[in-house]
């Protein structure tokens, strides 16, 4: 898989926005970027994808550089319930197969 | 109703013991994957079933035995539970397993062997 690499851990503070920034140089033109996110205890949740575009959902908003290479993942308004392990994963080969890294731990603080 | 389902959520064995862990989806994917996830809190994928098709098989132990009655199933059985097996199984779907879907997560099951 295209290796990803993030910070180990972040802080943010609630209602503000948590930017959480990923590199995936070695990115080929037909792969993915997907965020998950892990609540501790929980089954990993499916944040948003994207391929060249930037994405908005309910959740979250992806933004993906021009040249593919790094996005971020900006929750606009954080809250203590968005603390969690987020995961910054590019499937390989076409294929939906998500090979989970140490992630980004996020935490949310009043 | 649950996506994903998983059973049980629990489960305390002893090393040599077989046992079985069952997972269920209502949303019509046609893939299935087992994850497992170690005491380091590393997700490792182990199986996907495609259409009750093997399609990945992550060099994990014989002893791991999936099997998908039907698509909307896939059931995870372990023989000769050793003590490495303690972890945390995770079932997941998705629509299929081309790129470009989500998928979906059971909450579960907590897997300790004595």
């Known amino acids: 898989d295209a290796k990803t690499t993030q910070p180990p851990s972040m802080d943010c503070a609630e209602g503000r926005a948590a930017n959480l920034p990923c590199n995936h140089s070695t990115i080929s033109g037909n792969e993915y970027v997907y965020w998950y996110r892990q609540i501790h205890s929980q089954g990993p949740q499916y944040i948003i994808h994207g391929l060249k575009n930037n994405e908005t959902n309910e959740m979250a908003s992806l933004i993906i550089t021009e040249d593919r290479k790094s996005s971020t993942l900006i929750l606009p308004h954080a809250t203590l319930r968005d603390t969690a392990v987020y995961y910054c994963?590019?499937?390989?080969?076409?294929?939906?197969?998500?090979?989970f890294g140490a992630g980004t731990r996020l935490a949310v603080h009043p | 109703d649950t996506a994903v389902s998983q059973t049980p959520k629990y489960l305390v064995t002893q090393m040599g013991n077989d046992k079985s862990i069952k997972c269920e989806q209502n949303l019509g994917h046609d893939t299935m994957y087992w994850y497992k996830q170690d005491s380091k809190k590393f997700l490792k994928i182990m199986f996907s079933y495609n259409n009750k098709e093997l399609i990945i098989n992550e060099t994990v132990p014989n002893r791991f035995s999936p099997k998908s009655p039907d698509k909307a199933h896939l059931n995870l059985h372990i023989n000769s539970l050793e003590l490495g097996d303690s972890a945390v199984y995770f079932c997941?779907?998705?629509?299929?397993f081309g790129a470009g879907t989500e998928a979906f997560f059971g909450q579960g099951t907590r897997l300790t062997v004595v």
């Open positions: 994963i590019v499937p390989s080969g076409g294929y939906n197969k998500l090979i």
């Open positions: 997941a779907s998705s629509p299929h």
